[in-house]
């Protein structure tokens, strides 16, 4: 296992401990469901204030699961 695969393995576990859902910009779940709370009725908007998923964009699925959950609540 090289240097960068092992900071990657850290990173994915340090991840799921916190509740992280975007791991490259560090995007906790609780901050997306907050923005959600907070307004943010679209992607683009949760997307804008948290800046999940705009990294690599693998977390979109993710946060647009989080944030129909967060509506169904409203």
Do not use: H
Not at 53 to 61: E, H, I
């Amino acid at each position: 296992m090289d240097k960068y695969e092992a900071y990657n393995n850290i990173k994915r576990e340090q991840a799921i401990k916190d509740g992280v859902i975007c791991v490259c910009k560090q995007v906790t779940e609780r901050k997306i469901r907050k923005a959600v709370k907070g307004g943010a009725k679209r992607f683009i908007s949760v997307k804008r204030e948290t800046e999940a998923a705009s990294g690599c964009g693998l977390c979109r699925p993710l946060v647009e699961d989080i944030m129909n959950d967060e509506l169904k609540k409203a």
